[in-house]
């Protein structure tokens, strides 16, 4: 690997202009009339910039910031609905790197397909307890789609939800075809490409061979907690409350206990049981370390390898982990709830005004809103999958792209919910309980998440940018040349 070190301020344009495209596609995301949201907007933007493996190669010559810039462009002539500008910006992205395909096609142009679908009916929608032979035949015959919100959805609605775009796309083909065309122009392109190259890859075709390497989709789960693990904390304080010792909880503002209603469901066994013997098969079949991985101690990746590869048994004891971020990034996409039992018909009503408004989309000042939809989380984890298990080289960089996409769907609304609220007179019937969880939920969403992410990205940064000037080292092979550490 060959990397210069260019300006120092070379990439502080880049950053800025990231942050800049980033900051629209949150305004996209999260309403354009949420004033009291706009410096959390900004806040995130920054935020998204200070990733290490992005920031780190801000400063280096890589062609992972333009990979990412061009993707993140593509994105935003999409929002603007300029098909010529999407295929543009689209071609632009695979020059920097191939398997950005996947994201200003498959990804765009499945976003493009279920925003035709939900428009030819708008008003149809399905109940969560419908059936599915229900689903089916009213995605059939009238183009409803089943899409229930992340927070509040069971594996059965993720189930039903593929099966009624499946049936919805089938009635509604004709619909779809002119929708759809820059996608499958950008898809044809690609495909010209890969036969004029004799493959997907350019340059070192024999160490960058396809493969099918589903632990990538395991390995997600702790990038994304590792350096968003301040975002997982709102979701999660309710459920992990409980499991802090007394000396622990005494020290936290609020109570040292919690109510049932706040806490995240846990996976059933029904359902746990089957994933976990899935993910252990993965790890037992799948497991793929690349040559590179364990040949080259520059790079991060190398020392967890040789953890996980020290002991045969490592490798699968560390599968439980992998569900529980797995479920811990799925729950932040949900957002924060308030405990939803109150004892009191003003607090019930309180509680069911936001529940409807949200069901709406608006927030309880009016603004526009919007539940992160099982849709897309199937189209995230569709795309990841396409973009990550081709490959058999695991590295920090090809996962920017994924982390991305999911923090930006990272909702907002509800914490600002929380803040306000947290400032109106609650009831003196209300649990003491309810009161105190409700609390110390607002002050870790609203007070402490977003500093926290920004203080420990860039701790991160910092640890990395010391390693890589201050750190070098040598290899006998190469006397007198100084290796550094990076991702």
């Known amino acids: 690997m060959h990397i210069g070190m260019v300006s120092g301020t070379s990439g502080i344009p880049k950053s800025q202009h990231h942050r800049d495209l980033v900051r629209t596609q949150f305004r996209k995301r999260h309403g354009k009339e949420a004033t009291f949201e706009r410096p959390k907007l900004a806040h995130t933007a920054l935020n998204i910039t200070l990733l290490p493996p992005l920031f780190f190669f801000s400063g280096l010559y890589y062609t992972d910031v333009l990979s990412v810039l061009s993707v993140v462009t593509t994105h935003v002539a999409f929002d603007a609905h300029n098909p010529m500008l999407v295929i543009l910006c689209g071609l632009v992205s695979l020059t920097f790197r191939q398997t950005n395909i996947f994201w200003v096609a498959v990804y765009l142009g499945g976003k493009e397909v279920l925003s035709v679908l939900r428009k030819s009916n708008p008003s149809g929608k399905l109940l969560r307890n419908a059936k599915f032979a229900d689903v089916a035949r009213h995605s059939w015959e009238r183009g409803q789609l089943y899409d229930s919100a992340v927070r509040e959805a069971r594996i059965e609605d993720y189930l039903k939800c593929i099966l009624s775009i499946g049936m919805a796309i089938l009635s509604q083909f004709r619909n779809l075809i002119v929708p759809v065309l820059p996608y499958v122009a950008l898809l044809g392109a690609f495909g010209a490409f890969v036969v004029w190259n004799g493959g997907v890859v350019l340059g070192d075709k024999d160490n960058h061979i396809a493969s099918i390497h589903l632990m990538q989709m395991l390995y997600i789960w702790p990038y994304i907690a590792f350096f968003s693990f301040p975002i997982l904390l709102p979701s999660l304080t309710p459920n992990l409350l409980p499991l802090l010792p007394s000396s622990v909880k005494k020290m936290l503002p609020g109570s040292p206990q919690t109510s049932q209603s706040t806490k995240r469901p846990l996976p059933r066994l029904v359902v746990l049981i089957p994933l976990l013997a899935a993910t252990l098969v993965t790890i037992h079949y799948n497991t793929i370390i690349h040559p590179f991985t364990l040949a080259d101690n520059r790079h991060y990746t190398f020392y967890v390898f040789r953890l996980l590869t020290r002991h045969p048994w ?58 992160v939809r099982v849709s897309f989380l199937i189209l995230w984890l569709l795309t990841s999958t396409l973009a990550l298990a081709s490959t058999p080289l695991v590295e920090p960089r090809y996962f920017i792209l994924p982390w991305m996409t999911w923090r930006i769907q990272i909702p907002l609304d509800s914490i600002s919910e929380l803040e306000r609220d947290g400032k109106q007179e609650t009831s003196s019937a209300q649990t003491k309980t309810d009161r105190r969880v409700d609390s110390l939920v607002s002050e870790v969403s609203g007070s402490y998440a977003l500093y926290l992410e ?34």
């Not at 000037?469 to 006397?479: D, K, Q």
């Open 314 to 371: 490592t490798k699968y004891l560390v599968g439980p982990i992998y569900l529980f971020l797995g479920w811990a990034c799925i729950c932040a996409l949900g957002g924060v709830e308030l405990a939803e039992k109150r004892s009191t018909s003003k607090a019930e009503n309180k509680v069911d005004e936001i529940e409807q408004k949200a069901k709406l989309g608006s927030s309880s000042d009016g603004t526009k809103r919007e539940d």
């Open 454 to 487: 920004t203080a420990w990205l860039m701790v991160v940064n910092l640890v990395a940018g010391y390693m890589f000037l201050y750190r070098g080292f040598t290899w006998a092979s190469e006397p007198g040349a100084v290796q550094r550490f990076m991702w």
